[in-house]
């Protein structure tokens, strides 16, 4: 059997943020609109404060205005919930999103659950996983919508697939499999005290492996021609060097898979491209205009 086809995150990223560019210039040029995206960094986490900027960075390069404020890691709740609630009504803004992980002792959900539903474009707020779940037009979490992009690009049957989900976290485990749902996917769902994950797998069309554990899945636990999707990013120490891996071991389901994304290179930057697309959405959205069809055509709409 022929090695899998890779699905180049990259390359689909690269499209998705030439569609949102294109339509953040017909908004601005057309109806004097820039849609706004705000992040809120509290502490001083160097990764967070890595991807804080990474999000300005891909914000300039497709024209969305970018809005950053910072909170020392010792602020308390009511300073962080202030700071949402002035977001929440700057007319400028159109997405909110709080970088995660909080310092100790701050309740995420109680931040999230402060944040304008239609500008939470990290698809989080309690409002937002219903709609998915229910079938409502809402906003969807970013890694989970990149997702199903790279499925969609990899040309997989998705009606009638079954899919595991390898992972339950409210981040992407759950909301993937809310999407694979409606996709008319019949999706089973693993979790730590699933039995026999090898041979769940081994039945699957589609898996996608958000475990948290370096090259868990391997290719005898693949059935030959799946779609593999690697969520994983872990760093491991080898005698080269320090090694980024994802949940799958890559070198032995390519043999096995009919296509699978790399680590790095796949789902990662799909997370940004489709935060973009959340922002200009929610600009839409909030200002009753119908959703740019450029932004809507590939993904299925809740």
């Not at 992980?101 to 659950?113: M, T, Y």
């Not at 970013?142 to 049957?157: D, E, F, M, S, V």
């Not at 491209?273 to 932004?295: H, I, K, V």
């Amino acid at each position: 059997m022929a090695e899998a086809i890779i699905i180049d995150g990259k390359a689909i990223a690269a499209g998705l943020q030439q569609r949102v560019a294109a339509t953040a210039a017909k908004l601005r040029d057309g109806r004097a609109i820039t849609a706004g995206l705000a992040a809120v960094l509290i502490g001083d986490d160097p990764a967070s404060q890595v991807y804080v900027r990474n999000k300005a960075r891909a914000c300039a390069a497709v024209g969305l205005a970018s809005f950053e404020h910072r909170l020392p890691a010792n602020a308390r709740l009511p300073a962080i919930l202030d700071v949402v609630g002035k977001l929440n009504a700057d007319e400028r803004v159109d997405g909110i999103l709080v970088q995660l992980p909080l310092p100790s002792g701050i309740d995420p959900r109680r931040v999230i659950a402060a944040i304008d539903p239609t500008k939470d474009v990290d698809g989080f707020h309690p409002v937002n996983v219903g709609r998915l779940w229910s079938g409502e037009p809402g906003l969807v979490p970013c890694t989970p919508q990149g997702i199903l992009l790279l499925l969609r690009a990899a040309k997989a049957q998705l009606a009638g697939a079954e899919a595991v989900v390898l992972g339950r976290s409210p981040i992407v485990g759950r909301p993937v499999a809310a999407l694979l749902l409606a996709a008319d996917c019949t999706v089973t769902m693993t979790h730590s005290k699933s039995r026999d994950l090898p041979g769940l797998c081994r039945r699957a069309d589609i898996v996608v492996a958000a475990l948290g554990r370096p090259q868990m899945v391997k290719g005898d636990w693949l059935k030959p021609g799946a779609t593999v999707i690697d969520v994983g990013i872990n760093r491991i120490t080898t005698p080269g060097g320090v090694q980024l891996v994802g949940d799958v071991d890559f070198a032995t389901a390519r043999q096995v898979a009919g296509a699978i994304t790399p680590v790095p290179g796949g789902v990662g930057p799909m997370t940004i491209a489709c935060l973009l697309r959340n922002t200009l959405l929610a600009a839409c959205r909030r200002r009753g205009l119908p959703d740019p069809e450029a932004l809507s055509a590939d993904v299925i709409k809740v």
